[in-house]
């Protein structure tokens, strides 16, 4: 089976650091995506990490670790702007499986 | 280019009403995906297609939906008849061939069926 957790609420303030989990457990692994989804819109691609390790981008890094089925999307110098919906998502051979969201709230 | 297209951006229905949903990939792309957006479930994968042709339904709810891609450029999710426990965003995406994983996402559409 298929099963992508990620905790589905989080705070932080203005100005500081937030991590976001992912923990997943898919029949195939071709990739793990995090995105990002203001309210009403569409998400929007943040990162991909297909080998183990950190991936930085910017305010954003990506980390994955195959072997524990874990990867975590870390937020830095938070803005206001970052308050969405962050989704963790597998590539299981040709589809992208996504988990149900975490929805970060930023306050000043 | 000009994205992922998706008509219409909202639709209002009433229940047992047909419903059909529409998107343009991006120009190139090979792959085309189907999701649904709920708070309860987040976003489900209905059914993709490869080079126009469905290779996963699975995610289909019911023999209610119905998916085409009759050419490159264009597909369909149809609802027929609709019900209130459709009501949800209607993600349409697409990708490049194998190596390019990245997903483009169309801006959806608000589908509420009274």
């Known amino acids: 089976g298929q099963n992508i957790d990620q905790p589905t609420e989080m705070t932080a303030t203005e100005g500081a650091i937030v991590q976001i989990n992912c923990t997943y457990q898919?029949?195939?692994?071709?990739?793990l995506f995090w995105y990002q989804q203001h309210a009403g819109e569409a998400p929007t691609f943040l990162s991909y990490n297909v080998l183990d390790g950190l991936e930085e981008k910017g305010r954003f890094s990506s980390f994955l670790s195959r072997s524990k089925g874990y990867s975590y999307l870390l937020l830095k110098e938070l803005q206001m702007k970052d308050s969405a919906s962050y989704l963790c998502?597998?590539?299981?051979?040709?589809?992208?499986?996504f988990g149900t969201g975490t929805r970060l709230q930023v306050f000043p | 280019d000009a994205g992922v297209i998706q008509s219409p951006r909202h639709e209002v229905t009433e229940m047992g009403q047909e419903v059909t949903l529409r998107c343009k990939p991006i120009?190139?792309?090979?792959?085309l995906f189907w999701y649904r957006q709920t708070m309860m479930r987040g976003l489900e994968l209905l059914i993709y297609?490869?080079?126009?042709?469905?290779?996963?339904d699975s995610g289909m709810p019911e023999d209610r939906f119905s998916a085409k891609m009759p050419n490159a450029s264009f597909s369909t999710l149809k609802i027929q008849p609709s019900e209130p426990r459709d009501s949800a965003v209607y993600f349409c995406a697409s990708k490049g061939n194998r190596g390019s994983e990245k997903l483009f996402f169309g801006s959806g559409t608000q589908l509420s069926v009274l």
């Open positions: 998502a597998v590539f299981d051979t040709d589809k992208l499986i």
């Open positions: 898919t029949s195939g692994f071709n990739g």
């Open positions: 297609f490869n080079n126009n042709v469905p290779i996963d």
């Open positions: 120009s190139g792309h090979d792959y």
